[in-house]
């Protein structure tokens, strides 16, 4: 029986793996993670991430063919095919600092996995990295002495948060990315049987390792750049009589263009988008690419544009002072179902409102936990509360930052009375019924729409 191993049991690592045991019942799965509650979480009935469907995927083959430990070494031993899915976050220091990827845990690993290992591995980029990152991985595994072969294939993951057990169970695509060697072809292949247990076989793609690494660069970046592209337009529907739904729904029915994502927002948000773009970016400078470079981050650098726009027009809309007002912030994680929060709005929001003086109170289904850690040097000025009706109680506006289903079926008839007035909604993802609030009483405020306003 073969054994996989996967380094980082993350948002990527853990559901991929759940999905692999699942489909693959001849192969045995580890999961390893330095981090040790993470690890006794993934085997408890309390799992580290919020995901539809994946306590279910997971306790299916949970210490049957699915493990989960913190030895990496007896992992790296026991191996045939080993996952890297380690962060990679910006680097917040140095050269490159805010853009370029900070690859020390991948290095880290990388030395690990040569320290440890005894007979030939196939190692497998999940992480999202840099292009030529495997070449530099390569280079620090076949270093000194050379009697395992290592050979290194890139596999991105598409998956997304809130829909991954969807995604992996029926991806659009599975990327394998090796060297066009005898020793890489087969490395391929047998990675490619792995997926072939479930994936039909004309959805696994084979290309070189660096089409693969700058594909997930690139399906990312043009992802963010169709919400970029559809929330500049909301600012200018807010300007004129257009309405940016209608919009949407316009230039979606073409078919060149497509309907998916296109939905205006506050802004996105998620531990890739902004990475990617950023890493994409440094890497076009690093090319003397400047025009490139450029081209690119705009996409980020109106991101932040709509998500300030969003917090300016809320406060001129609120006669031109937040402070002493209490705000409810609908929604902490960076899209419905999950409870992650990284780079999400509500972040750089509620910052901006606790700024102005505003008293803050975050409510949120899942990602109240990580809210608390986003925001901890704020102190008392935010506060938390899991019930929405209580979040707004006495609050003098309603800012929603994610799309949870539940915001669109709560009782605003109830929550508009316990409100103060004239009591405001600020929709940052269009997903209430306006007009209905509107008929409340509400002051409605939609995104690249006109308002619905009573004063
Ligand atoms: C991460 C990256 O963010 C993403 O770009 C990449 O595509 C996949 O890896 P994610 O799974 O969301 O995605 O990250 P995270 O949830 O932070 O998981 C990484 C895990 O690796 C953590 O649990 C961390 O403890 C672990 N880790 C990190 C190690 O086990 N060893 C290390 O040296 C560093
Ligand atoms: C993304 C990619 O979709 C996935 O393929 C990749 O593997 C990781 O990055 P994720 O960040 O988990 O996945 O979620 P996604 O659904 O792409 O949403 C990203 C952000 O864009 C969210 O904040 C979401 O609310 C926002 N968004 C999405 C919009 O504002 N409008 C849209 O039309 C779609």
Known sequence: MKTILCIGAGYVGGPTMAMIARKCPDYRVIVVDIDAARIKAWQSDRLPIYEPGLQDLVQLSLNKSLFFSTDVAQGIREADIIFVSVNTPTKTFGQGAGRAADLQYWEKTAREIKANSTSDKIVVEKSTLPVRTAEAMERILHSGNKTVHFEVLSNPEFLAEGTAVKDLENPDRVLIGGHATESGRRAQSALAEV?????????????????????????????????????????????????????????????????????????????????????????????????????????????????????????????????????????????????????????????????????????????????????????????????????????????????????????????NESMVKPAFIFDGRNCLNHQALYEIGFNVYPIGKAPLSHL
Request: net charge negative; aromatic share 10%.
């Open 195 to 415: 997926y072939a247990h479930w994936v039909p076989r004309d959805r696994i793609l084979t290309t070189s390792v660096w089409s693969s690494e700058l594909s997930k660069l690139a399906a990312n970046a043009f992802l963010a750049q169709r919400i970029s592209s559809i929330n500049s337009l909301s600012a200018l529907c807010e300007r004129t009589e257009a309405d940016i739904t209608e919009v949407a729904r316009a230039i979606g029915m073409d078919a060149r263009i497509g309907s998916r994502f296109l939905n205006a927002s506050v802004g996105f948000g998620g531990s890739c988008f902004k990475k990617d773009i950023l890493n994409l970016v440094y890497l076009c400078h690093h090319y003397g690419l400047k025009e490139v470079a450029d081209y690119w981050e705009q996409v980020v650098i109106m991101n932040e544009y709509q998500e300030d726009r969003f917090v300016r027009q809320m406060i001129a809309t609120m006669f031109n002072t937040v402070a002493g007002k209490r705000i409810a912030v609908f929604g902490f994680a960076f899209k419905a179902d999950t409870g992650d929060t990284r780079e999400s709005p509500a972040i750089r929001i509620s910052r901006f409102l606790a700024d102005e003086r505003a008293s803050v109170v975050v409510t949120d289904p899942e990602a109240l936990g990580n809210a608390r850690k986003d925001l901890a040097d704020l102190g008392e000025k935010i506060s938390y509360d899991p019930d929405p009706y209580k979040a707004a109680e006495g609050a003098h506006a309603l800012a929603v930052m994610t799309d949870w289903a539940e915001y669109k079926t709560l009782d605003y008839q109830r929550i």
